[in-house]
């Protein structure tokens, strides 16, 4: 009728059923990580070539996704270049050359603002998941524990918060998470953060990994925040559909481009290459401001290669 509007779908919240269960998404969801998860356990187990390849594609995936967001698609010139980008950073770290793989992340800047804050953030955080597996012992044992710490946090508040529901966490950003999935979310994190942790370095360390757990569960909900905000501000609702349940990659790895490059900054403050939870702020700040912070551009320039035959 005349004068009538079409609604934005951006400015009115999906419904959510009284006391939040929405598990419409489950069985998808449940099909995705049946999958996902032996795959992902066994190059992270098997590391080298395995797990070298797992972070390749992950990062060209969701590099074709964030061009896609801003109108870039990866069959132009530019956008095969622009999904390139971050896999030649990666290539430059697997040979041991870490300084110069951050430089091209940095030289990313010929793609304006919105683009290369895409490669900033991609290309760091898969950088950092090579960092912490190659460069930390037990480097295999701390992906696990960033990895599941960031996916029960994301499992823990999916179930909490449909099973409770309650006051909307951030409605102006993704009307869907609650307050109480959120604590949901940190809570299970904790527990498996200690579990992983007294499996990796003992049960003497469980503390730590509660402690780290709680972390890694803020820095994933904080990618996850941001990464809503990024598609409601472009106007989708998912940034694919690769993954069944979850959307495109970005969806279901937003919380690690934010807790992966936490964890391997803590790393560089764990002596001798130790888990970085057991990092020290006096080690930390050495490492990055001290007497010794030499070492750091000398471990990125000079670093372990992973070995790919």
Not at 141 to 160: H, K, M, N, P, R
Request: proline content about 5%.
């Amino acid at each position: 009728m005349k004068g009538d509007s079409v609604p934005d779908p951006r400015s009115e919240p999906t419904a959510i059923p009284s006391g939040g269960r929405n598990w419409k998404d489950l069985r998808a969801r449940l099909i995705s990580a049946a999958v996902l998860v032996p795959m992902a356990a066994l190059c992270i187990w098997a590391g080298g070539a395995a797990y070298a390849v797992l972070v390749l594609l992950a990062t060209a995936g969701m590099a074709v996704e964030w061009g896609r967001l801003f109108g870039l698609h990866a069959r132009s010139w530019r956008g095969a270049l622009y999904v390139a980008w971050p896999v030649a950073a990666m290539a430059a770290a697997l040979g041991g050359h870490w300084l110069e793989a951050f430089l091209v992340i940095g030289g990313a800047f010929v793609f304006g603002p919105a683009l290369w804050s895409g490669q900033v953030v991609i290309g760091c955080a898969g950088l950092a998941l090579l960092w912490l597996r190659l460069m930390t012992v037990p480097g295999a044992g701390v992906v696990l524990f960033v990895i599941t710490c960031v996916a029960i946090s994301d499992s823990g508040a999916y179930l909490i918060g449909r099973l409770i529901g309650g006051p909307k966490l951030a409605p102006a950003i993704s009307p869907a998470k609650t307050w109480s999935g959120s604590l949901g979310g940190l809570a299970s994190a904790m527990v498996a953060g200690g579990l992983v942790c007294a499996l990796v370095s003992g049960p003497d360390a469980w503390g730590r990994g509660v402690a780290f757990g709680a972390l890694m569960a803020v820095a994933a909900q904080i990618g996850d925040l941001a990464e809503s905000a990024l598609k409601r501000a472009r106007g989708v609702k998912d940034s694919g559909a690769i993954i069944p349940g979850h959307g495109g990659l970005l969806d279901r790895f937003d919380g690690l481009l934010v807790a992966a490059p936490l964890a391997a900054l803590l790393s560089l403050g764990a002596a001798g290459g130790g888990a970085f939870w057991y990092v020290t702020p006096a080690g930390l700040v050495s490492a990055l401001f001290g007497a010794h912070a030499d070492a750091v551009p000398h471990a990125l320039d000079g670093g372990r290669t992973i070995g790919l035959g």
